[in-house]
């Protein structure tokens, strides 16, 4: 508790802002929903064929992973707000058209023929009779929208747009359980609290409510253009990946960019999600660039099947790859590699006499594996394992990446695959075996954006390659080290590392 007390105090500012873009997300969705199914209900009260099929239809979109959808809207409307609202608007359309149409339709027939007989217009039925009658069943399933909404909003932290999502993500990819339990407790109190209100509201007459609405979406609306209006489109965007390493490196290349350009306002979007999330974001000229590691180059975006065990000469296929693809410039490499790694415990390793990945053979009736479900799968994960090095290992657990150590400490299994640079081996004292096959490709990272936006912008490149040839194995473990086991934050991390290296200049 008292962790938790000591970041809010800390963070607090962060706290708030992110509070304020998770209702903003979240009241622009649900205001979009309700224009979008409530009216499409009242069209389609008395058009049972059609209701159904728009009912089945916003069923299916409700079957569509959240996280496939961002990725999916990528491309067309890029990365942040839009994306994001977009994805929410989708989920929440079908509580809210399916409790106002069946809302509407299950009025008493003989209270419509009653209208009839006194002359009421269609409209004037409408407002004087279907819309009060069925008012509670419409409020019932925005309501039920607002608490899906409010939650799923979350996950608008992976594209850039900000949000509670922003804290839980951090707290599990830096194993901070301050950070994640203050997003998320956030998230579901302002999931409450919204679903307590809307029940106040409902108590409330149709003009009242009305008035209501149309307040918070001129409030809504103004703050939007308000936005937009402070936005620059001279801003750098830089992206990160999940975890603290990413952030670390977006963090660098802020601080060297102001170094020479202090009035430059540089944006940083920090676990933002994986490589293809990044990528198209980059080619949408959503973001300017990010960091991005040759090996990854090779495997998921060149999709080549070479693999070329030269540091120097992985890094020029990628970088002349990317240019010649994707008219992308690929900066010079730092020094270190984030590259897979078999890890086990140190009493392990001395009890079998591990070293080299080839004396895995040696013990593999005693080997209990947990591996990440991409490594599990990958040429150059397990695959390649029993490709190259004949290793078949009979029990094996797919783990999420952030519990692989945890279950290796706790002795549920005695080998994972992990990162070189992974502050758990400095944490926890692990041993990293040695890839004596040359199996795993060079992951050596640099900044990778637009050619077009490197020919615009020298001074920026200048800057950033004062980041080649820098940064060793320990140097990166330990500034991951500092983040994920320290709790201290990226940013003062990374212009520590920066000054005292001499690579900036205070």
Do not use: C, W
Not at 20 to 40: G, K, N, T, Y
Not at 356 to 361: A, G, H
Not at 435 to 451: E, R
Request: aromatic letters at 8%.
């Amino acid at each position: 508790m008292n962790e938790i007390i000591r970041t809010f105090q800390t963070e607090r500012g962060q706290i708030i802002k992110a509070i304020f873009q998770h209702i903003e997300i979240s009241l622009v969705s649900i205001f979009i929903a309700i224009l979008i199914a409530v009216p499409l209900a009242i069209l389609l009260r008395k058009h049972k064929k059609i209701a159904e099929i728009i009912l089945q239809i916003t069923g299916i979109f409700q079957t569509i992973p959240s996280l496939a959808l961002l990725g999916l809207l990528i491309p067309f409307v890029g990365i942040g707000t839009i994306p994001a609202i977009i994805a929410l608007v989708v989920y929440a359309i079908l509580p809210i058209f399916q409790n106002s149409y069946l809302g509407l339709v299950s009025i008493d027939p003989s209270l419509n023929e009653a209208a009839e007989a006194f002359g009421l217009t269609e409209f004037k039925k409408l407002v004087k009779i279907q819309l009060p009658l069925s008012k509670n069943m419409i409020i019932s399933g925005i309501r039920i929208a607002t608490v899906s909404v409010v939650g799923t909003a979350t996950l608008a932290a992976l594209i850039g747009a900000g949000g509670l999502g922003s804290y839980i993500l951090l707290g599990i990819q830096t194993n901070n359980n301050a950070l994640l339990i203050i997003g998320a407790v956030a998230a579901a109190l302002l999931a409450m609290i919204f679903s307590f209100l809307i029940k106040l509201v409902s108590k409330l007459s149709l003009k009242k409510i009305f008035i209501i609405l149309v307040s918070l979406l001129i409030v809504i609306t103004g703050t939007t253009m308000f936005n937009l209006e402070k936005s620059d489109n001279k801003n750098i965007v830089i992206a990160g990946k999940m975890g603290s390493e990413p952030e670390i490196l977006i963090n660098m290349y802020k601080d060297l960019i102001q170094e020479k350009s202090p009035k430059t306002r540089v944006i940083l979007k920090s676990n933002f999600g994986g490589t293809i999330f990044l990528f198209n974001a980059l080619k949408t000229n959503q973001i300017d660039l990010y960091p991005e590691f040759t090996g990854t180059v090779m495997e998921s975006l060149i999709k080549t099947s070479k693999v070329n065990h030269n540091q120097d000469k992985t890094y020029k296929l990628a970088k002349e790859g990317l240019k010649k693809k994707y008219s992308m410039a690929y900066l010079s490499p730092m020094k270190y590699q984030n590259g897979f790694a078999l890890v086990v415990k140190k009493d392990f390793a001395q009890k079998y006499n591990l070293k080299n990945i080839s004396d895995l053979n040696n013990v593999l009736y005693s080997l209990k594996a947990g591996f990440d479900n991409d490594f599990y799968h990958q040429k150059d994960g397990y695959k390649g394992l029993k490709k190259l090095y004949g290793i078949r290992i009979s029990d094996i657990k797919t783990l999420d990446p952030s519990f692989r150590y945890k279950a290796l400490i706790q002795g549920k299994v005695n080998i994972v695959d992990g990162f070189t640079t992974d502050a758990e081996i400095k944490e926890y004292n692990l041993v990293v075996l040695n890839d004596d096959k040359q199996m795993f490709p060079p992951y050596q990272g640099a900044p990778l954006m637009n050619q077009d936006f490197a020919n615009k912008n020298p001074k920026v490149v200048s800057q950033l390659n004062k980041l080649s040839g820098k940064i060793t194995d320990a140097d990166m473990r330990e500034m991951n080290y500092q983040v994920t086991v320290k709790h201290k934050k990226a940013d003062v991390v990374a212009r520590q590392y920066l000054i005292k290296n001499n690579i900036l200049s205070h």
